[in-house]
Nanobody
Framework: QVQLVESGGGLVQAGGSLRLSCAASGNIFSINFMGWYRQAPGKERELVARVLSAGSTEYADSVRGRFAISRDNDKKEIVMQMNSLKPEDTAIYYC?????????????WGQGTQVTVSS
């Protein structure tokens, strides 16, 4: 069974930094992409950043230049460094991945981790 285990998050003042990690386990044959979504109260879940299979990265306009995502393929792990955090970054952050498992590409989600940025 494939699982995504998240760590990091917490409470920080505006301008501060946090680091989120997401590690995958299970019978994963290949990785299509891994990344992070977030959902703030009363808003829809949105893509924050992700790493694609070839190693390229995508970022939401709102975080580009402040967040940096990286991947360790051997560990099936991603890390997102979040700098210059703003109150509007407050949300639950979810790890999301698409893996080749049992001969099919499948989506997986982590349980979510809270990030709170105080002004």
């Amino acid at each position: 069974q494939v699982q995504l285990v998240e760590s990091g998050g917490g409470l920080v003042q505006a301008g501060g930094s946090l680091r989120l990690s997401c590690a995958a386990s299970g019978n994963i044959f290949s990785i299509n992409f891994m990344g992070w979504y977030r959902q703030a109260p009363g808003k829809e879940r949105e893509l924050v950043a992700r790493v694609l299979s070839a190693g390229s990265t995508e970022y939401a306009d709102s975080v580009r230049g402040r967040f940096a995502i990286s991947r360790d393929n051997d560990k099936k792990e991603i890390v997102m460094q979040m700098n210059s955090l703003k109150p509007e970054d407050t949300a639950i952050y979810y790890c999301h991945a698409n893996f080749l498992v049992d001969f099919a590409w499948r989506d997986y989600w982590g349980q979510g981790t809270q990030v709170t940025v105080s002004s």
